[in-house]
Structures are given as C-alpha cells and as structure tokens.
C-alpha cells in the first residue's frame, strides 16, 4: 500500500502545488479544503489524488476527514493566510480571530485529529506550513505575525512532547511567494493593491518552488528531522530588503 499524504488547503496555491508534487513522488494523496470543484478537477486531473471536502475551521468537517483515512503518513498543515494590513491600534478583531482560526486553531484540530495515524504508520511526517512573518514581525502584520508566530510555536512544542515517537515534525517558512490568491485575500479582492506587492520583483518564489521543499524535507530517510526550512527568493534578503528593477 502507498503511503497516505494527506494536504490541507489543496485547493490553490502551495497546498495544491504540494498535492501534485507529492502524487508525482508516489503518495496517493488526500487534498483536502473547502471548494470541491476545485478540488475535484485536481482529482479529476492527477492520478494519485483523492478529493476530500474540508473546513478546518469546524470539528465536524476534520473529524470526518480523519474517519475518511484508511492511513495517514505525512500531514501538511498548509490551510492558512492573511487577511488585512492595518495598524495594531485600528486592527479589526475579526480579521485576527478568523487568522487565528484557520492558521493556528485548523492546525491544532487537524494535528489532533490525525496525530495517531502518523504514530501508527511508524514514520509518520507532519509539515507545518508557517511564514517568515512567523519569525520576524513587521508594521501591519499584527493578527497575521501572531498567527504565524503562534503555528511556529505549536510546530516547536510538537517536536519537544513527540520526541521519542516516530514522528517527524517540520516546519516550512516561506518568504514572498506569488500565488494566486494569497496576496488578493490580504487586500480583500484588491487585485492592485495586491499586484503591487510583487511589483518588479525579479523572481519571487512559486508554489511550486515551496512544493519542492515539501517534497524535499518529507522524502529524507526516517532518521532526518529538517526542524525548520526557511525559503525566500534571491531578491528578498530579509522582511525590509526587497530588489525591484
Ligand atoms: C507570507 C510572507 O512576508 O507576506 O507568508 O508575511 S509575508
């Protein structure tokens, strides 16, 4: 039997790119989030992926993805993003309890929820997809370096309180990536606003470029623990230090 990876936030962006990759390397392939159709022209398209609805913001939807698995061998947490760029001091509440909810508590349910398939496979894998916004803060970041800071935490306790078991706890931490959607759901369809982020940037990184680190980190022999990637493109040396021609 294949080994199971099973990928949240499949439907666009780096988990899709993340489902492709790792059914090209082998895994037959949950791709789980919201917008079936989506997800189901994914399935439809690429052998080795299997299409589950899911919401990670309800237990209902992650516990019935966990009594969907036969197994569970790799997790990535990917589901996540940001919404808004104000100031701490006019930040809207709800955009910070709906980050934390998807990025941080969506972790949290889904880990919970297969945590004993990654035990039971005997290398079991989980990747928490966070950002260099989870390392170093930056003004209008506020709910989401909170957030992100917060999934960087939870992937640091994993691997303290499962050391001993066999599973591997990962973290991935992109710098800019241009996708589709990421930037676009920060500016609330502000496609401008959003396009100027990548404005003449040679470069940025693809979801497949962070797909391949996936890839990369969960393929090493059983015995390897990659902690943290941290994975920015040549233009961008640090938060602030960004090359546009
Ligand atoms: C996205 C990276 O720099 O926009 O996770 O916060 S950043």
Known sequence: MNRTAVVTGASSGIGEATARRLAAEGFDVVAAAR????????????????AVTLDVTSQESVDELAASLDRCDVLVNNAGGAVGLEPVASGDVADWQKMYDINVLGSLRVTQALLPRLVESGDGVLVMLTSVAGLVSYEGGGGYN??????????????LELCGEPVRIIEIAPGMVHTEEFALNRFRGDSSAADRVYEGVPGPLSADDVADAVSWCVTRPAHVNIDRLVIRPRAQAAQYKIHRV
């Open 35 to 50: 917008r079936r159709d989506r997800l189901d022209k994914l399935a439809a398209e690429v052998p080795g992926i299997r």
């Open 146 to 159: 909170a957030a992100k800071h917060a999934q960087s935490s939870m992937a640091e306790v994993l691997r």
